[in-house]
C-alpha cells in the first residue's frame, strides 16, 4: 500500500498476529492482505479493530438523546462566543466558528427514549432548536448533522501483541464540552512518536506499554466528568434546573474559573505524572516526569524568535540544557560529544539545545543548538535553574529534569526509559 494513502470503500475483516508485526486482510473489490509491524486501530466507537480483538468495551449508556451539526445561521444573535442556554425545555450550546459554520448541539427534552428521531434531519432540528431557544433561527446549508444516544464505555487494555487502540476505538464518552477530538488527537500524539522508536530505532515494544499507562487514566477522567456533566445538564425538575442555572451563573462570571474551566476542557491540564516511571523520576531526581511544555519563546543564535515547540516538529527529544556563556564555553563541546555517544547507540534521538540565560548579550556562536532565553520564558514556564538539563519528548512532555551535575541520574533517566 503506498504511503500517506487513504483508501475508501474497503474495510478490514481480520487482523493475524504474528511474532514481529500484524497481516491485516481488507475487503474492497477484492480482498487483499497488507503486513505491517504493528496495527493501530482508530476506526472508531464501532471499531472493527476492537472487535476482531474481542476487546472488551466496558461501559453503559446515559439515555440522554442528543442532535448535534454544523450549520450557518442567517443573522445569528450568537457571534465570537460559545453560548449555553438552558431551561425546562432542554438544553441548547452553541459555538460559532470562524468562518461560516456554526456548532450546534442542541438537548430536546420532548424528543428522548423512543420520541427521539431515528434520523435527524433539517426540519427535526431546526424545531427542537426553536423549542428549548424558545424563537426560531433561520439555519441552512448543514455540514452535517446527526443524532446519538449518549453513552460512556472503555476499552479493557489499548495494546494486544502488535495491535494498538486509539481515539473512539478506545473510549467514548459524551459530547458534553466537545472534548472527543482533542482527546483522540493526544492519544496518536503520544503513541506515534513511540512507534517511530520502536520502528526506526530499534527499541524494545515494551516503550509501547507506557501508551496505556499514560492515556488510559486520563481517559477514565473524562468520562467520569463527562457522565457527571451530562447529569447535571440533563435535569428536568424545574426546581433543580432553576438551581443549576442559578449557580453557573454565578460561578461562571469569575474569570480566573472560566479559565480554569476552558483549560480544563481543552485538556492543557492534564499530565502523566501519576505514572510508576514518573514517580521513580521524582525519587531520582526531586522533580517528576511527564510534566506537560508550555509554549516558550527563545531566541536563536541569527536573534530570531522560535517557539520551543518548532524544534519538537523533527520527532527528536529535545535535552535542553540551561546555563550561561561562561558555562557552556568551557562545557559544550563535552556535552555535544557525550550526546552524539548516545544518540549513535541509540539512534539519533536527542537533539542538543543550549538555552543560555538572557544575560548572554555577546556575539554567539551561530550553531543550530544554541539558543537564548531572552524573555525569561523558559525559565520562569518550566521552572529552570542555572546548570538544568532537561529533556523534552516529541509530545511536549517531560522525560526528566535535574542538575546537569548529577550526572547518573541523566544515566539512570535514560536507561530507566529508553532500554
Known amino acids: 500500500m503506498p504511503p500517506k494513502k487513504v483508501e475508501r470503500g474497503k474495510r478490514l475483516t481480520n487482523l493475524i498476529q504474528e511474532h514481529n508485526g500484524v497481516k491485516a486482510l481488507i475487503q474492497g473489490q477484492t480482498e487483499e492482505e497488507i503486513s505491517a509491524r504493528f496495527v493501530v486501530g482508530c476506526d472508531g466507537a464501532h471499531s472493527s479493530t476492537r472487535k476482531i480483538l474481542q476487546m472488551p468495551f466496558e461501559g453503559k449508556s446515559e439515555g440522554v438523546s442528543v442532535m448535534l451539526g454544523d450549520v450557518k445561521l442567517k443573522q445569528s444573535p450568537f457571534r465570537e462566543y460559545l453560548n449555553l442556554i438552558s431551561n425546562k425545555n432542554g438544553l441548547l450550546f452553541v459555538a460559532p466558528f470562524k468562518g461560516e459554520y456554526t456548532r450546534i448541539i442542541v438537548i430536546d427534552l420532548t424528543k428522548q427514549d423512543r420520541h427521539f428521531p431515528s434520523k435527524v434531519d433539517m426540519n427535526t432540528f431546526r424545531a427542537s432548536i426553536s423549542h428549548v431557544y424558545g424563537e426560531s433561527l433561520e439555519i441552512e446549508d448543514p455540514y452535517w448533522l446527526s443524532g446519538l444516544t449518549t453513552s460512556h464505555r472503555h476499552a479493557a487494555s489499548y495494546r494486544d501483541g502488535n ?18 477530538m482533542n482527546i483522540g488527537f493526544q492519544d496518536a500524539v503520544n503513541i506515534a512518536w513511540k512507534l517511530a522508536y520502536v520502528i526506526k530505532n530499534n527499541f524494545n515494544p515494551t516503550l509501547l506499554d507506557s501508551y496505556q499507562q499514560e492515556r488510559k487514566p486520563i481517559a477514565a477522567e473524562i468520562i467520569k466528568k463527562t457522565s457527571r456533566m451530562i447529569n447535571v445538564i440533563s435535569m428536568n425538575e424545574p426546581w433543580a434546573i432553576q438551581t443549576r442555572n442559578n449557580m453557573m451563573k454565578l460561578l461562571l462570571q469569575r474569570t480566573l474559573l472560566q479559565k480554569k474551566v476552558m483549560k480544563n476542557l481543552s485538556q492543557l491540564t ?4 501519576g505514572t510508576a516511571y514518573s514517580k521513580h523520576i521524582l525519587k531520582l531526581t526531586g522533580k517528576p516526569a511527564g510534566v506537560r511544555v508550555p509554549p516558550c519563546l527563545i531566541v536563536t543564535a541569527t536573534w530570531e524568535n522560535i517557539n520551543v515547540y518548532e524544534l519538537l516538529r523533527s520527532g527528536e527529544c529535545l535535552c535542553l540544557v540551561y546555563g550561561n556563556e561562561h558555562f557552556f564555553r568551557k562545557k559544550q563541546t563535552v556535552l555535544q560529544r557525550a550526546m552524539e555517544t548516545f544518540n549513535k547507540e541509540c539512534g539519533n534521538i536527542l537533539r542538543p539545545v543550549f538555552l543560555l540565560n538572557n544575560e548572554s548579550r555577546e556575539k554567539l556562536d551561530e550553531s543550530e543548538n544554541v539558543f537564548i532565553d531572552l524573555y525569561d520564558e523558559a525559565k520562569e514556564k518550566l521552572d529552570l535553574q542555572l546548570y538544568d538539563v532537561l529533556v523534552i519528548r516529541p509530545d511536549a512532555h517531560t522525560l526528566f529534569h535535574t542538575s546537569i551535575r548529577n550526572v547518573e541520574a541523566v544515566k539512570k533517566a535514560l536507561n530507566y526509559y529508553f532500554r
Open 163 to 180: 495491535v494498538l487502540l486509539a481515539g473512539d476505538a478506545a473510549h467514548v464518552h459524551n459530547p458534553v464540552g466537545g472534548q472527543g
Open 270 to 273: 492534564h499530565d502523566y505524572t
